[in-house]
């Protein structure tokens, strides 16, 4: 063994470039594998994932304080199919108004509870600490930047309830299973006065709905009767979410397998072609005494220190890149903040040099059966013949010499151009498939957005910020209609609306205005958009969800009073239950639109030229306040980060995977390289033929690449858009035009170009003397 070493140790020594190469391929490859993995764990069930992480509950019950005891409702701890209990917490359903000058105001449910720890529904506590002294309060909000637009309110602001406490805000934690808005001591809510009781409940069953509702029947069993006010499944929450995540799950399982298939295909080909080009050693090893065993040992020994260095070096870079990728992605969209799967760092760690064990196992056995006369004779270039018909053909093409011999070059050596050329066709798919994302992304962001139709936001009524005005609901749209370049202006009033045979409250956008000029038919998927009372577009989510179908009536309830809605289209949307009504349907629900105490959102269109900074000020001037509709999706910019990232992992990798075979090519080559340059070849010509070798690789992956990213894009977008029930329009998936084509048709070629020239150029400057002299 100790022969075997030494060789191996000398031969790495002697083949520096060699051994880089491998080194530095593994390397890259571990770092993609590590990022792929913990990808595909973490978007594998991730509403799961941050559930079981925060012992969410399965089951929220709420009841009356005066029906039922404390004592009465911790003994349903007790009960069988309860596996833990948390509560109860007085609960209080009320209002939180902003204490600034705009005097928003929100719903918000408050519980009273003194610790974010405990057996059920464990807290995220991102920000601040919890509140523990009266007058101090926990919003329940996803973790956030304090930059991003949709941060929220920042610790240290005070926000005033609607029996007219107020409260300074302490801290920011996260319920992924939304138990409650916000959190007070339990000292602080007895003094608010609670309206309810809430119990948290994880069952022994809970995988279907029967389950949920047999331990909703045994709850109820247990208390006194009527005491039950309020239940609420976590199955119904992870629909919804599970829904919502439907396209960010698949775009991240696809990056993952994209970047599985690309890093096994170029540490195969690296360290196949490595045993390969070594032919000719492995047959002066056995003419001077070695077995055909410590043959094999020696080659396997080659191949694997430098793969279990780059395996190390890349794994750990991979977990940190890997980490803080996902940190960002994932938090913004609402999962947390996921960590990098041991077994992710161990599969990359352990699996990367038993593959190149493996790559190196099939040519190390054919050395091994191998005689020392055909091994050297093999060893001295590519079997003969092969090529031979493409080489005379291109030497009969008008092409400088030096691109016909780069152009037949590939065909010496068809399973390794096969492999490289794959690689190269993997990331153009992935450059080709981020770019449409990219623009697919922004097409969806203007659409929901209406960037275009609505540029001007302007929140006022009795709920919002132009309340304070003393200006009324159509005196404040009138006088945002007078300012200088509107055009357009229409009143959108949101609110949760009872709708007859929804499988939950409908949330109905009422709108006064001329809405068909602002942006919604952009998002027709079906029908049309509505143009009178008593007509009504839904989002394709809920047409989905209840089973609707243009034509269908819906029999919309609010406070006793009801009007009849005819859906007559269907738009993209983005809300689960979403429908759009003219103003006249509200009239229709309550004669006192201002009584409701909803905030009406005024969407102001401008004339062509005008600065949307010169509204605003006017705004300010007229004693209202506005904002540009310009903000961008977070969790949109975030999936598109990542996916940059991994079309930059997989273009390097892929990179380096023709590194190897133009390093491996000139190796082979190396006398008939000499043989050239004693001919009068010069190095400009010997870098214009290894490059052409594989530009021309370069060009046909491109081109597949292309047609296959382009598949992908539209297929692995219906697939995610059917995964999250939301129907596209057909111009949401046509981003793709002549330029961006033709600038992604240079993908591949740049990256063959980027591979080869560092190789060809080192094999340019080699003497006549040293590449004519033997191993």
Request: proline share 5%; charged share 15%; aromatic share 6%.
């Given at each position: 063994?100790?022969?075997?070493?030494?060789?191996?140790?000398?031969?790495?020594?002697?083949?520096?470039?060699q051994?880089?190469?491998?080194?530095?391929?593994?390397?890259?490859?571990?770092?993609?594998?590590?990022?792929?993995?913990?990808?595909l764990?973490a978007s594998s069930?991730?509403?799961?994932?941050?559930?079981?992480?925060?012992?969410?509950?399965?089951?929220?019950?709420?009841f009356?304080?005066?029906?039922a005891?404390d004592?009465?409702?911790?003994s349903?701890?007790?009960?069988?199919?309860?596996?833990?209990?948390?509560?109860?917490?007085?609960?209080?359903?009320?209002?939180?108004?902003?204490?600034?000058?705009?005097?928003?105001?929100?719903?918000?449910?408050?519980?009273?509870?003194?610790?974010?720890?405990?057996?059920v529904?464990?807290?995220?506590?991102?920000?601040?600490?919890?509140?523990?002294?009266?007058?101090?309060?926990?919003?329940?909000?996803a973790?956030?930047?304090?930059?991003d637009?949709?941060?929220?309110?920042?610790?240290?602001?005070?926000?005033?309830?609607?029996?007219?406490?107020?409260?300074?805000?302490?801290?920011?934690?996260?319920?992924?299973?939304?138990?409650a808005?916000?959190?007070?001591?339990?000292?602080?809510?007895?003094?608010?006065?609670?309206?309810?009781?809430q119990?948290?409940?994880r069952?022994?069953?809970?995988?279907?709905?029967?389950?949920?509702?047999?331990?909703?029947?045994?709850v109820?069993?247990?208390?006194?009767?009527?005491?039950?006010?309020?239940?609420?499944?976590?199955?119904?929450?992870?629909?919804?979410?599970?829904?919502?995540?439907?396209?960010?799950?698949?775009?991240?399982?696809?990056?993952?397998?994209?970047?599985?298939a690309?890093?096994?295909l170029?540490?195969?080909n690296?360290?196949?072609?490595?045993v390969?080009?070594?032919?000719?050693?492995?047959?002066v090893?056995?003419?001077?005494?070695?077995?055909?065993r410590?043959?094999?040992?020696?080659?396997?020994?080659?191949?694997s220190?430098?793969?279990l260095?780059?395996?190390?070096?890349?794994?750990?870079?991979?977990?940190?890149l890997?980490?803080?990728?996902?940190?960002?992605?994932?938090?913004?969209a609402g999962?947390?903040n996921?960590v990098?799967?041991?077994?992710?760092?161990?599969?990359?760690?352990?699996?990367?040099?038993?593959?190149?064990?493996?790559?190196?196992?099939?040519?190390?056995?054919r050395?091994?059966?191998?005689?020392?006369?055909?091994?050297?004779s093999?060893?001295?270039a590519?079997r003969?013949?092969?090529?031979l018909?493409?080489?005379?053909?291109?030497?009969?093409?008008?092409?400088?010499r030096s691109?016909?011999?780069?152009?037949?070059?590939?065909?010496?050596?068809?399973?390794?151009?096969?492999?490289?050329?794959?690689?190269?066709?993997?990331?153009?798919?992935?450059?080709?498939?981020?770019?449409g994302?990219?623009?697919?992304?922004t097409?969806?962001?203007?659409?929901?957005?209406?960037?275009?139709?609505?540029?001007?936001?302007?929140?006022?009524?009795?709920g919002?910020?132009?309340?304070?005005?003393?200006?009324?609901d159509?005196?404040?749209?009138?006088?945002?209609?007078s300012?200088?370049?509107?055009?357009?202006?229409t009143?959108?009033?949101r609110?949760?609306v009872?709708a007859?045979?929804?499988?939950?409250s409908?949330?109905?956008?009422?709108?006064?205005?001329?809405?068909?000029?602002m942006g919604f038919?952009?998002q027709l998927?079906d029908?049309?958009?509505?143009?009178?009372?008593?007509e009504?577009?839904?989002?394709?989510?809920?047409?989905?969800?209840?089973?609707?179908?243009i034509?269908d009536?819906?029999?919309?309830?609010?406070?006793?009073?009801t009007?009849?809605?005819t859906?007559v289209?269907?738009?993209?949307?983005?809300?689960?239950?979403?429908?759009y009504?003219?103003?006249?349907?509200?009239?229709?629900?309550?004669a006192?639109?201002d009584?409701?105490?909803?905030?009406?959102?005024?969407?102001?269109?401008?004339?062509?030229?005008?600065?949307?900074?010169?509204?605003?000020?006017?705004?300010t001037?007229?004693?209202?306040?506005?904002?540009?509709?310009?903000?961008?999706?977070?969790?949109?910019?975030?999936?598109?980060g990542?996916?940059?990232m991994f079309?930059?992992?997989?273009?390097?990798?892929?990179?380096?995977?023709?590194?190897?075979?133009?390093?491996?090519?000139?190796?082979?080559r190396?006398?008939d390289?000499?043989?050239?340059?004693?001919?009068?070849?010069t190095?400009?010509?010997?870098?214009?033929?290894?490059?052409?070798?594989?530009?021309?690789?370069?060009?046909?992956?491109?081109?597949?690449?292309?047609?296959?990213?382009?598949?992908?894009?539209?297929?692995i977008l219906?697939?995610?858009?059917?995964?999250?029930?939301?129907?596209m329009?057909?111009?949401?998936?046509?981003?793709?035009?002549?330029?961006?084509?033709?600038?992604?048709?240079?993908?591949?070629?740049?990256?063959?170009?980027?591979?080869?020239?560092?190789?060809?150029?080192?094999a340019?400057?080699?003497t006549?003397?040293?590449?004519?002299?033997?191993?």
């Amino acid at each position: 063994m100790s022969a075997v070493w030494r060789t191996a140790r000398a031969s790495m020594r002697r083949r520096r470039f060699q051994t880089a190469v491998i080194a530095l391929v593994v390397m890259f490859s571990s770092g993609t594998v590590v990022a792929a993995l913990a990808l595909l764990a973490a978007s594998s069930g991730p509403f799961d994932r941050v559930f079981a992480e925060q012992q969410g509950a399965h089951l929220t019950a709420t009841f009356d304080p005066a029906a039922a005891s404390d004592a009465q409702l911790e003994s349903t701890a007790d009960l069988d199919c309860v596996a833990e209990a948390a509560g109860p917490f007085g609960q209080l359903a009320t209002t939180l108004a902003v204490d600034d000058d705009a005097a928003v105001e929100f719903p918000a449910t408050i519980a009273g509870r003194d610790d974010p720890a405990g057996p059920v529904d464990r807290l995220d506590l991102w920000e601040g600490r919890w509140a523990a002294a009266e007058g101090e309060i926990v919003l329940n909000t996803a973790p956030a930047d304090p930059g991003d637009p949709g941060a929220p309110l920042p610790v240290g602001a005070t926000v005033r309830a609607g029996d007219g406490t107020v409260l300074t805000v302490v801290g920011h934690a996260y319920s992924f299973g939304q138990t409650a808005d916000a959190w007070v001591t339990a000292d602080q809510l007895e003094a608010m006065g609670p309206t309810a009781v809430q119990m948290l409940y994880r069952l022994d069953d809970h995988d279907t709905a029967a389950d949920v509702e047999a331990g909703l029947d045994a709850v109820t069993a247990a208390v006194p009767a009527g005491s039950l006010t309020g239940a609420q499944s976590y199955l119904a929450l992870k629909e919804r979410i599970s829904a919502e995540l439907g396209i960010f799950v698949v775009l991240l399982t696809v990056f993952g397998v994209l970047g599985l298939a690309v890093a096994v295909l170029i540490v195969a080909n690296v360290v196949s072609g490595a045993v390969v080009s070594g032919l000719r050693h492995i047959g002066v090893l056995k003419a001077i005494g070695f077995t055909p065993r410590q043959v094999v040992w020696v080659y396997l020994t080659m191949v694997s220190l430098p793969a279990l260095v780059g395996a190390a070096i890349g794994t750990v870079l991979g977990h940190f890149l890997a980490a803080g990728a996902m940190s960002e992605t994932f938090r913004e969209a609402g999962l947390g903040n996921p960590v990098v799967s041991p077994w992710a760092d161990a599969a990359a760690f352990v699996g990367m040099p038993l593959l190149v064990l493996l790559a190196a196992l099939a040519p190390a056995m054919r050395a091994h059966r191998l005689s020392a006369a055909e091994a050297i004779s093999a060893g001295s270039a590519p079997r003969s013949g092969r090529g031979l018909r493409a080489h005379r053909w291109l030497s009969g093409t008008p092409l400088p010499r030096s691109v016909s011999l780069g152009l037949g070059l590939p065909f010496a050596r068809p399973g390794r151009t096969a492999l490289t050329a794959t690689a190269v066709a993997l990331g153009v798919t992935t450059a080709t498939f981020t770019a449409g994302l990219a623009a697919f992304a922004t097409e969806i962001d203007g659409l929901i957005q209406r960037h275009e139709a609505a540029q001007i936001e302007v929140v006022g009524g009795p709920g919002g910020p132009s309340g304070a005005t003393g200006l009324g609901d159509q005196e404040t749209q009138d006088l945002l209609a007078s300012l200088p370049g509107a055009s357009e202006v229409t009143a959108n009033l949101r609110m949760p609306v009872t709708a007859a045979g929804f499988v939950q409250s409908a949330e109905l956008w009422f709108i006064r205005g001329e809405s068909s000029r602002m942006g919604f038919t952009d998002q027709l998927v079906d029908g049309r958009w509505m143009d009178g009372p008593g007509e009504a577009v839904a989002s394709s989510k809920t047409v989905h969800e209840n089973d609707l179908a243009i034509g269908d009536d819906v029999t919309l309830e609010l406070g006793g009073r009801t009007a009849t809605v005819t859906i007559v289209g269907v738009v993209m949307g983005s809300g689960t239950g979403t429908v759009y009504a003219d103003w006249s349907t509200l009239t229709d629900l309550t004669a006192d639109v201002d009584g409701l105490g909803h905030p009406i959102s005024y969407e102001v269109r401008l004339e062509d030229g005008t600065d949307p900074q010169e509204y605003l000020t006017a705004l300010t001037g007229a004693g209202l306040t506005g904002q540009s509709t310009r903000q961008s999706d977070a969790v949109s910019i975030a999936v598109v980060g990542l996916a940059t990232m991994f079309a930059l992992m997989l273009g390097t990798v892929a990179a380096l995977g023709v590194f190897n075979t133009v390093a491996l090519n000139a190796r082979e080559r190396r006398r008939d390289l000499g043989m050239l340059k004693s001919i009068g070849m010069t190095p400009r010509q010997v870098v214009t033929m290894m490059v052409t070798s594989m530009a021309s690789l370069g060009v046909i992956g491109g081109l597949i690449g292309i047609a296959l990213g382009v598949v992908a894009h539209r297929e692995i977008l219906r697939l995610a858009a059917a995964a999250s029930q939301i129907d596209m329009p057909a111009s949401a998936l046509a981003t793709w035009n002549a330029p961006q084509l033709a600038l992604l048709a240079l993908a591949g070629l740049a990256i063959a170009i980027a591979g080869a020239y560092l190789p060809a150029r080192r094999a340019a400057r080699l003497t006549i003397a040293e590449v004519l002299h033997s191993e």
